[in-house]
């Protein structure tokens, strides 16, 4: 199985969900696409560094050691020529973690017609570390309401997210409007669970 383990494209993490299975002394011609609408959203239209990290396993035996694994960087306009992606502060951001390790900005709130009620994140990841970002006893209007939120970003990058409560989560506790969301936030070693946690706070919303 050739797969993608991680990508980004200037400094953001985007995941082009692509794996492929090739038999034995066979040979394969494919092709990795990346969903761009968000980078777009944000201002990035030229791509000059595409970073990939590629893990090659043997697809019947996920327990054995991975026949290879790389990153490679793709310069469409030249190594001299990539730029790595700034996000500018906004006047509506709400930035509810930011350390020495990571920092987590809540970029706004949408009623999302697939996901449902939606929370905007970017987060940046300042470690050589891949960071998991979480979110445990999370409530919306005092009722527990879990946005099932779990997203890793590899070292020195950084990522759009959104966590998302569905419409049907909302009805359920008879919220017509969302007024309060409390999470407990946490960012921690995606490779080591043991380890300290590089942020772990309750953070209160008032969207």
């Known amino acids: 199985m050739f797969s993608v383990e991680s990508a980004s494209i ?3 993490q985007c995941d082009p969900m692509f794996a492929s299975e090739v038999a034995a002394g066979k ?7 990346f969903s761009t609408d968000t980078l777009e959203e944000n201002g990035i239209v030229e791509y000059t560094d595409i970073e990939l990290t590629f893990k090659v396993y043997d697809s019947n035996d996920w327990s054995a050691d991975p026949v290879g694994k790389e990153t490679i960087h793709v310069y469409p306009y030249g190594e001299e020529n990539a730029v790595a992606f700034v996000r500018e502060a906004q006047a509506t951001d709400n930035v509810i973690i930011d350390n020495d390790y990571v920092t987590v900005i809540v970029t706004g709130y949408e009623d999302d017609e697939i996901w449902g009620y939606t929370a905007n994140l970017f987060l940046l990841n300042k470690t050589d570390k891949t960071v998991m970002f979480s979110v445990d006893d999370a409530s919306v209007n005092g009722f527990m309401a879990d946005p099932f939120y779990a997203t890793s970003v590899s070292a020195g990058k950084c990522a759009f997210s959104s966590m998302a409560w569905s419409d049907t989560t909302l009805e359920e506790n008879g919220i017509t409007e969302v007024e309060e969301i409390e ?4 960012a921690y070693d995606a490779d080591d669970f043991m380890g300290e946690d590089f942020a772990n706070e309750v953070i209160t919303l008032n969207p």
Do not use: M, Q, W
């Open 183 to 186: 999470v407990l936030f946490r």
């Open 27 to 33: 040979k394969a011609n494919e092709e990795i696409n």
């Open 10 to 12: 200037n400094g953001v």
